[in-house]
């Protein structure tokens, strides 16, 4: 195993790295990530053994980053969001639920494997919190930057409440066969946040 991680700069090498990332997305999905070895995951990428560990110290480092890149991906459209470019304060919120819905639907499988071994694993739990903190800081920036609109002061408490109100129902509606329908679904988180959230004056119903 080498001293050293490598950041790879070339083509190949980029695409190596991200079959590995590939493979172990598919595996962790299927298998479960404490029943997949590295030995699988490079093998089903078609790479070496020698040359996962070029890259990842072990699975454990790989699926870190896997969690990384799939909350930075769920939060890029979310991040460059701005209010004034809708019509209402409702408006707006209705569109960034519809959004964390939508991004729950990307790699369901590998989601649902990660929530579950987060609730399992202190270890895994704590790969997952510090992708999640990215995740509570867009909630809090939305909060401070329009907070002459809200009715509440607490901003860090809300964010913390908004955050696990919302990954809750939404766990439940993608990771599960059920008959929500999730328009309404939305439409009801929205009216939920915006009755708790935002101030009389600022909250007009479309």
């Known amino acids: 195993m080498p001293e050293e991680i490598r950041i790879p700069k070339q083509k190949r090498s980029i695409e190596k790295k991200e079959a590995l990332k590939k493979a172990a997305v ?13 030995n699988e ?15 990842f110290v072990d699975k454990k480092s790989l699926y870190e980053e896997l969690i990384t890149d799939l909350y930075n991906e769920s939060l890029q459209e979310i991040t460059i969001m701005d209010v004034s470019g809708f019509t209402s304060p409702r408006e707006f919120v209705r569109k960034y639920v519809a959004l964390i819905l939508h991004n729950h639907e990307y790699m369901t499988a590998f989601q649902k494997e990660i929530s579950a071994l987060s609730l399992q694993y202190d270890d895994l ?20 930057t329009n907070e002459q609109m809200l009715r509440i002061s607490d ?13 809750s129902v939404v766990h ?6 059920n008959d929500y329908d999730k328009e309404k679904v939305i439409d009801a988180l929205t ?16």
């Open 155 to 167: 901003l860090k408490t809300t964010s913390l409440i908004l955050q696990c109100a919302l990954e």
């Open 125 to 144: 739990h704590e790969l997952e919190a510090r992708a999640r903190a990215g995740a509570f800081r867009t909630f809090f920036s939305l909060l401070e």
């Open 172 to 177: 439940e509606v993608t990771f599960y066969e």
């Open 26 to 38: 598919e595996l962790f999905s299927t298998k479960g990530f404490h029943n997949t070895s590295s």
């Open 191 to 206: 009216d939920l946040i915006c009755r708790y959230c935002i101030a009389d004056e600022y909250d007009k119903k479309m």
């Open 41 to 55: 995951i490079a093998k089903k990428a078609n790479v070496s053994i020698g040359t996962f560990y070029s890259y």
